[in-house]
T-cell receptor, first 111, second 114 residues
Framework: LAKTTQPISMDSYEGQEVNITCSHNNIATNDYITWYQQFPSQGPRFIIQ???TKVTNEVASLFIPADRKSSTLSLPRVSLSDTAVYYC????????????FGGGTRLMVKP | EAQVTQNPRYLITVTGKKLTVTCSQNMNHEYMSWYRQDPGLGLRQIYYSMNVEVTDKGDVPEGYKVSRKEKRNFPLILESPSPNQTSLYFC?????????????FGPGTRLLVL
């Protein structure tokens, strides 16, 4: 599984756009990039997944450059309730053990 | 309501006393797995199961056992717990191993081994 590197923590203010970048220099051809969100005392929750270029859903956007060695999770207009830990995962979609979580990025949204 | 349930939610035990943490899902998911979460280490996968009677080791399987006799249940067994197994445990299920958008995590079980 490709190793990922994310910032340990980030601060933002309500209403701002937040971009969290994940580095995955040794990503393999069959690997997908998946982001999860975790609130304290809860299990992680799937946010978005992509393979290349840009993916957008009702929660976030995921930007993946052509070389796929990094990806950026973009959260538009964050609110206090977006305060959580965000995990970037890289692995094959149909490998049962693809879900190896790293340390994640602790996002603090301030009023 | 679609959900993954775990029991117990909190458990304090002593070294060597066998324990089982149950996990059940009501979504007819084929894939289930167990994770432990420790400060600074994120979530690490213990075991996973692609279907009934099919289980495989994750990243940190030592000291744990699992079974998948029926689709809805995936218990985690600690035959002889040790203090280094003190952790927060999560069970998860998904439609199949390749569909994270369908993945659900349980509420977690906080285990303290004295």
């Amino acid at each position: 599984l490709a190793k990922t590197t994310q910032p340990i923590s980030m601060d933002s203010y309500e209403g701002q756009e937040v971009n969290i970048t994940c580095s995955h220099n040794n990503i393999a051809t069959n690997d997908y990039i998946t982001w999860y969100q975790q609130f304290p005392s809860q299990g992680p929750r799937f946010i978005i997944q992509g393979y290349k270029t840009k993916v957008t859903n009702e929660v976030a956007s995921l930007f993946i450059p052509a070389d796929r060695k990094s990806s950026t999770l973009s959260l538009p207009r964050v609110s206090l309730s977006d305060t959580a830990v965000y995990y970037c995962l890289v692995g094959e979609v149909y490998a049962g053990n693809m879900l190896t979580f790293g340390g994640g990025t602790r996002l603090m949204v301030k009023p | 309501e679609a959900q993954v349930t775990q029991n117990p939610r909190y458990l304090i035990t002593v070294t060597g006393k066998k324990l089982t943490v149950t996990c059940s899902q009501n979504m007819n998911h084929e894939y289930m797995s167990w994770y432990r979460q420790d400060p600074g280490l994120g979530l690490r996968q213990i075991y996973y199961s692609m279907n009934v009677e099919v289980t495989d080791k994750g990243d940190v399987p030592e000291g744990y056992k699992v079974s998948r006799k029926e689709k809805r249940n995936f218990p985690l067994i600690l035959e002889s717990p040790s203090p280094n197994q003190t952790s927060l445990y999560f069970c998860a299920s998904s439609l199949d191993g390749g569909a994270p958008e369908t993945q659900y995590f349980g509420p977690g079980t906080r285990l303290l081994v004295l």
